[in-house]
């Protein structure tokens, strides 16, 4: 396949082979706040007696705006997970718009444009992204069909909140559809510098879509400064020139009669709920469980990850095989687990790197373990929530350390966790984290000497040093919860639509005005 490239200022739906673009509804639907995001909420569950049943996704950013959707008779449009699925889940007090995906739209616009060439684009090229045509074709129309489906469920002026990268060009189709919507759109994932970005043949579509938004919103201020000058270079819009805060400090983009704000909302999880349920005895037992079944080592290190390129599994790894050939690290002491939920399978790059991850456990393992103790515990599977919390609570150092990463709320979720202030976290420069968790062990997940002694300290700083790190840390986590960024967010979104229909009345009001004085110096 070859790629192609596209500078064009044209319509971003114009890029279908067929020429189509979206279809307008024919009447507004009825929910004042509509998510858009590629899976819906639920998850699919078969029971053993072969009904099935709809649950609720775990993810926090279900938890934040579920409250938020019953409240304003809501609504969620996206993909069930299935392909080629008629299903139409039913969640009480929310209404679900299922977006189907046929098994080759699954193949070139997820698995292919969205995750093996904006993913790999937007985390620094770890790996090289792949450009192809059908791929950027099916994600065009992909992207039409949730704008389509966004249009017919909200109600006249209603808020809609776009998530993610595989939906960036939902916020100019939505625009053209229904431009009375106040839009917002949020990227869970890094905003690359501009000489990677600038790599995409389709780059410029890309910075057109997202401004059919009202707010676009990014984790960190870098990532927004980013955005704002490829707005200037590439869709040639007027923008501000200072600089972007923390939830402050918004860039604007003008586009025609529109103020396009861009700002950074660092994104976090339920932080209160993780707290509670932490110190439950439940947890607690389990905890102790896990250590017991460990042998009680002194330390026991933990990762939890998706298994994935960006995530630095193999970095952390390798640090802990030299910390052992250096004796630094005793390993009839010390037990590391490492939990690797599996992830894209069906690609090869993703086959290969969990061989060599399997292989950097095994080599550990037989040079460091003994008969019924391993050194390293690695469990290549889903695990509860429950379980995980418990994981949390008996881990002495927490181990993040990717080459990239949006945010990475399992550092957030450990911190959360962690309300005896027990505990250390060893944390990559290179989340978005890190720009908040300051007291954490950071290093370059780049310089291995600089892992190994970030490891090193978590496991021997003293209980003083421990507390008083772990307390900062959980100040800042428990009171910057995902809650406060929903709402943080959506609040911005409010004031910039308002800042909008003052300007739009401003305008009208001028011509109102203008035309009768022009009529004037016509008599003269």
């Not at 952390?316 to 690290?329: D, Q, W």
């Not at 944390?427 to 002694?453: H, I, M, W």
């Amino acid at each position: 396949m070859t790629s192609q490239s596209s500078d064009s200022e044209s319509d971003v739906t114009s890029a279908t082979d067929d020429g189509t673009t979206p279809v307008p509804p024919r009447s507004p639907g009825t929910a004042e706040f509509v998510v858009v995001a590629n899976r819906l909420p639920v998850d699919k569950e078969v029971l053993p007696d072969g009904t099935v049943r709809w649950k609720r996704s775990p993810g926090g950013l279900v938890t934040a705006l579920e409250p938020i959707l019953r409240e304003h008779t809501g609504a969620w449009v996206g993909w069930s997970g299935i392909a080629d699925s008629d299903d139409n889940p039913d969640i009480e007090g929310v209404e679900i718009r299922a977006v189907p995906l046929s098994t080759q739209e699954i193949a070139e616009y997820y698995e292919g444009f969205s995750n093996a060439t904006l993913w790999p684009l937007y985390h620094d090229v770890i790996v090289k992204p792949e450009y192809h045509r059908e791929w950027w074709n099916a994600y065009v129309e992909v992207n039409r069909r949730f704008a389509e489906a966004a249009a017919e469920t909200a109600a006249e002026n209603a808020i809609v909140w776009v998530q993610d990268y595989q939906l960036q060009l939902v916020p100019k189709m939505l625009r053209m559809l229904r431009p009375d919507l106040r839009i917002g759109f949020f990227l869970h994932i890094p905003f690359p510098p501009v000489e990677l970005f600038m790599q995409m043949p389709w780059r410029t579509e890309i910075v057109e879509g997202l401004l059919g938004a009202d707010l676009i919103g990014f984790h960190l201020p870098g990532g927004a400064q980013n955005f704002l000058f490829l707005a200037r270079r590439l869709a040639g819009q007027a923008t501000s020139k200072g600089t972007v805060g923390v939830r402050s400090r918004f860039g604007v983009v003008q586009v025609g009669f529109r103020s396009v704000r861009v700002g950074a909302f660092p994104i976090s999880i339920d932080s209160g709920e993780l707290d509670t349920k932490s110190k439950s005895k439940e947890i607690r037992k389990r905890a102790a469980e896990i250590r017991s079944e460990l042998g009680d080592p002194e330390t026991i290190l933990l990762g939890v990850d998706r298994l994935d390129y960006t995530k630095g599994i193999d970095v952390r790894l390798k640090a802990l095989s030299e910390l052992l050939a250096e004796k630094r690290i005793d390993p009839a002491k010390t037990v590391m687990i490492q939990l690797a939920t599996p992830s894209r399978e069906r690609v090869d790059s993703y086959v290969r790197m969990r061989a060599g991850i399997e292989q950097l456990v095994g080599n550990i393992n037989g040079t460091y373990g003994t008969v019924g103790h391993p050194v390293v515990e690695y469990l290549h599977r889903p695990v509860p929530r429950e379980d995980l919390i418990a994981f949390f609570v008996a881990a002495d150092v927490m181990l993040v350390t990717p080459l990239r990463d949006g945010m990475n709320l399992v550092a957030k979720e450990y911190v959360a966790c962690r309300s005896d202030l027990g505990g250390g976290l060893v944390l990559s420069e290179f989340t978005g984290a890190a720009a908040e968790l300051r007291s954490a062990y950071q290093a370059n997940p780049y310089d291995l000497d600089g892992v190994k002694d970030a490891i090193e300290a978590a496991v021997q700083q003293s209980p003083h040093e421990g507390r008083r790190r772990m307390r900062a840390l959980r100040r800042q986590v428990l009171t910057h919860d995902v809650s406060k960024w929903a709402e943080s967010f959506l609040g911005t979104l409010a004031a910039t639509h308002e800042t909008r229909a003052s300007a739009d009345r401003g305008v009208q009001l001028v011509a109102e005005t203008t035309t009768p004085a022009a009529d004037t110096a016509d008599g003269e």
